[in-house]
């Protein structure tokens, strides 16, 4: 079955970099878009960055310039390199997957920024 595990999250303080990463499993990772979204307490979960197959990205606009997504179809891998972190950025992180049409997600990872 699809299967995503996230990792990397963590506590840093503002302006601090993590990295996230999701390894899939149980389908053909190659060909399917894949997303990181977060949900801050209390408000609704949010698109952060896609990557499609052809490698093409967008980003939600309080993050662009700040955040990277990137893909290793070869270790079934989607990334998040986060930098200049500032508070309003933590939420738990999920990745996410849409391999046939169906919607598939991790289980998240906290990111937490604070002084």
């Known amino acids: 079955q699809v299967e995503l595990v996230e990792s990397g999250g963590g506590s840093v303080q503002p302006g601090g970099s993590l990295r996230l990463s999701c390894v899939a499993s149980g389908f053909t990772f190659s060909t399917s878009p894949a997303s990181w979204y977060r949900q801050a307490p209390g408000k609704e979960r949010e698109l952060v960055a896609r990557?499609?197959?052809?490698?093409?990205?967008n980003y939600a606009d309080s993050v662009k310039g700040r955040f990277t997504i990137s893909r290793d179809n070869a270790k079934n891998m989607v990334y998040l390199q986060m930098n200049s972190l500032n508070v309003e950025d933590t939420a738990v992180y999920y990745c996410n997957t849409v391999p046939l049409g169906v919607p598939y997600w991790g289980q998240g990872t906290q990111v937490t920024v604070s002084s």
């Open positions: 990557i499609t197959t052809g490698l093409l990205t």
